[in-house]
């Protein structure tokens, strides 16, 4: 038994590719009124015209959610089209890997403000939507916020990213213990490897030096985490999928 989401107002940050696009998709299929959010205006018009023209609902937002600011306006402009707003995707998130050693710090704080405060920023402005949706007939919202196997299993080179990831983790479950008994739903994805343009973020001498451990591992695809997320936020009200780890099969990840 799952819930029907046909008319769910639905808002994922970082919709313009990767698993942000895959999601909008997955979820505008199933019925979704979907608002996507992120920089690249251009790449959020092509997909609102393809969930469109398959006959689906998107409204494109064009939105740095690193900036307060923007990131509530973004909430409100969702909540003003769609009538209220019941699931957010914290997807929004960026990957620069490398030795802390010689990390230009720059790239630390561009991690810190995406995958950290750009989340918190949307979810703060969100929360009072999504307790008010869960408090009406369908009795349930839902938060999903995109981690990382990264942010539970730290490996080298991966310092600062696995600490953006692992504070997504310890904001999910405080918040979850916070909100649980109003019937808003916090989740927690944790991806392995997912074959998208995060990799193409990474610095040119930090991909060579790991060519050969990362050349033959298994890569999940990004519609792969879709449906997981497609899965979490349509199960029965009385349902909290609060962790779910998502490895490629074979990872040594």
């Known amino acids: 038994m799952s819930i029907s989401l046909t008319d769910t107002p639905v808002l994922v940050t970082g919709a313009s590719g990767g698993i942000g696009a895959a999601t909008a998709l997955t979820l505008a299929a199933q019925g979704a009124n ?60 960026i990957m ?25 920023y949307t979810t703060h402005a969100a929360l009072p939507h999504l307790l008010t949706a869960a408090a009406g007939a369908r009795r349930t919202a839902d938060i999903v916020n995109v981690s990382s196997l990264a ?6 080179g991966s310092a600062v990213y ?19 008994g109003r019937h808003v739903r916090i989740s927690l994805v944790e991806p392995g490897p997912v074959a998208t343009e995060l990799f193409t973020h990474i610095r040119a001498e930090v ?11 298994t890569l999940l695809e990004a519609e792969d985490i879709a449906d997981t997320i497609a899965f979490i936020v349509s199960r029965p009200a009385r349902v909290v999928m609060s962790e779910l780890l998502v490895r490629p099969d074979g990872s040594q990840w």
């Open 96 to 120: 620069l890997l490398g030795p802390a050693e010689s990390a230009p710090v720059e790239e630390w704080d561009r991690m810190i403000r995406i995958n950290l405060q750009g989340l918190l």
């Open 34 to 93: 979907v608002a996507l959010v992120a920089r690249r205006k251009d790449r959020l018009d092509e997909l609102a015209e393809r969930i469109r023209a398959d006959g689906g609902t998107a409204l494109a937002i064009e939105a740095d959610i690193t900036d307060q600011l923007q990131a509530t306006a973004a909430v409100e402009q969702t909540v003003e089209t769609f009538g209220g707003l019941n699931t957010l995707v914290n997807n929004a998130g």
């Open 207 to 217: 991909l060579e030096a790991n060519k050969d451990s990362w050349a033959d591992s």
């Open 162 to 180: 696995s600490l953006t990831k692992q504070g997504v983790g310890a904001f999910s479950e405080a918040l979850r213990q916070e909100v649980a």
């Open 151 to 156: 942010g539970r299993f730290p490996v080298a």
